[in-house]
């Protein structure tokens, strides 16, 4: 029987660890597809939770105007009704989509007990549940609603928020996903003609519906020192809040006109920021009351 020579051998080893490295790369591949598919119909069932809410807008906007509604043989966008209108009237408006989602929302909680919200940004892929584990604070990292691993995640709030009395200002977690998925939307908002086609956040909790406007969008680095925006979002005092928030304004990407003091309500979103090594962005916005 003839040897096999060492060139024979090299070979047969490389075309072993080309195998071992086609089938682990394959495992990889469909691994992600089916949690793709997976993710793509969690997505469409949670929107059939809910009702259409263009509706609801239009009859928010009449009752906010006073005048009747002229019916429209095309659909016209909430995006485009509502770029124009004051905080007031946007808040009316998600007042009344709210009174019809807090059913679900019962539902949601019973479904998973971590489950405190939903947050919302009209005209993007904004659209989601939240959730919240105090003793395991990235325990949504890379888990979806149903607790299954998921690459996709889904968004969570800070460990140390607190929604009941006396509540703190929020802030909520979420992947910065390719595909545009959970909250890679809040990238475009480092153009400021975003910012004023999509000014308002809603963030709901269990029976509370919430809307907030956007005053301040940062990059951050999360190796950096974390206090400019800890002390705007969790400030010891008023003392510490003011100078935070002059920091906070001058990284800002532009002046929105909206200013903010220590006694307000603030929403606080992140997502990954990639032009640093360690980057986040961060889209705060404030109650409106």
Known sequence: MKKPHGKDIIYYLMMTVLLVIFIGSAGVLAKNYIQDRRHGNDLEQLAELFPEVTVAATKAATAASGTEAEPQESETSIEDTWTQTSPQDWKLYWDAVAAGRFSTYQSLKKQNADFVGWVRIEGTQVDYPVLQTPNDPDYYLHRDFEKRSSRYGIPYMMESCRLEDPRTNYLLYGHHMRNGSMFAALQNYTDYNYYKQHPYIQFDTLNQAGSYEIVAVVKVDN????????????????AEFNSAWMQFQKKSFYDTGVSITAYDHL???VT??????????????????
Do not use: H
Request: proline share 8%.
């Open 267 to 269: 929403l606080a979103l």
């Open 223 to 238: 190796a950096g020192d974390p206090s400019f925006w800890q002390n705007v979002l969790f400030p010891p005092g008023e």
């Open 272 to 289: 990954c920021e990639y032009t640093l090594k360690d980057g986040r962005l961060m889209v705060v916005a404030r109650e409106i009351s």
